[in-house]
């Protein structure tokens, strides 16, 4: 069974609109777990304006960079580093001490669900598709993108991936696990990285950029991990 996609949209494109949700939707639970972690709802609200700037600005610098100048888009990667670049500078303006860190905690709850809800636009407009694959849910693309073989649905495998990471990671948090943020920043280095495996733009790489990055991530979410754990056995 073939999933057929048509790319000529006479309404609105996809991509920008599953973007602009996945703002809308990662802006929303932040504000709503910063106020609930006791964070200003100033501060709170100055984040939700600036996470999107700097998220965008960051994510097509990356691939700006990454690149050389020769593609551009957004970067997953790139978005990531702009959403904590949004809290950091929030953090350090907050009068309060403690926020910083908050804010930083309530960014990697909602990241996942963010990409999750940005590669549905993805998976619509054809972009950043999977290897070529002719087995079940194999996705057919006609039209303004229209492509020559059926692919692997990579995009509808990353949705689905993240949505549940983002979910369990939501539900440690709101549960006050230990050392739930780490976890959650853990599995979304190592998904983002796996699953970059199936893409097409993968043929004939070993290594990609974004998943050497994504490994570097994950390395820091370890340490992370492990530093936390000390200072609860320490106390």
């Not at 960051?58 to 790139?78: E, K, P, Y």
């Not at 908050?102 to 590669?119: D, G, Q």
Request: glycine share 10%; proline share 3%; charged share 10%.
């Amino acid at each position: 069974m073939h999933i057929h996609i048509n790319t000529d949209f006479s309404l609105f494109p996809p991509y920008g609109l599953m973007i602009g949700l996945s703002f809308l939707a990662g802006a929303v639970g932040m504000y709503l777990l910063n106020i609930r972690r006791g964070i200003q709802k100033n501060v709170a609200r100055y984040l939700l304006l600036l996470l999107p700037l700097m998220s965008i600005f960051c994510g097509m610098g990356l691939t700006l960079i990454t690149s050389g100048g020769q593609s551009s888009g957004l970067s997953s990667v790139g978005g990531l580093i702009g959403v904590y670049a949004a809290a950091v500078t929030m953090g350090l303006i907050s009068p309060v001490k403690g926020d910083l860190r908050k804010m930083a905690e309530t960014s990697t709850v909602m990241l996942p669900l963010m990409y999750s809800v940005s590669k549905i636009g993805c998976f619509l407009a054809g972009c950043c598709h999977g290897f070529p694959y002719d087995g079940i849910l194999a996705v057919e693309y006609t039209g303004q993108n229209a492509l020559d073989s059926a692919v692997f649905p990579v995009q509808a495998a990353e949705t689905l991936t993240f949505l549940v990471i983002f979910l369990l990671g939501l539900r440690l948090y709101l549960k006050q696990k230990r050392c739930a943020v780490q976890i959650v920043f853990i599995l979304s280095a190592m998904a983002k990285f796996a699953l970059d495996f199936l893409r097409a733009s993968h043929i004939g790489v070993m290594i990609s950029v974004t998943q050497g990055l994504c490994l570097a991530l994950a390395v820091i979410g370890i340490v992370w991990l492990m530093q936390s754990k000390n200072v609860i056995h320490n106390s």
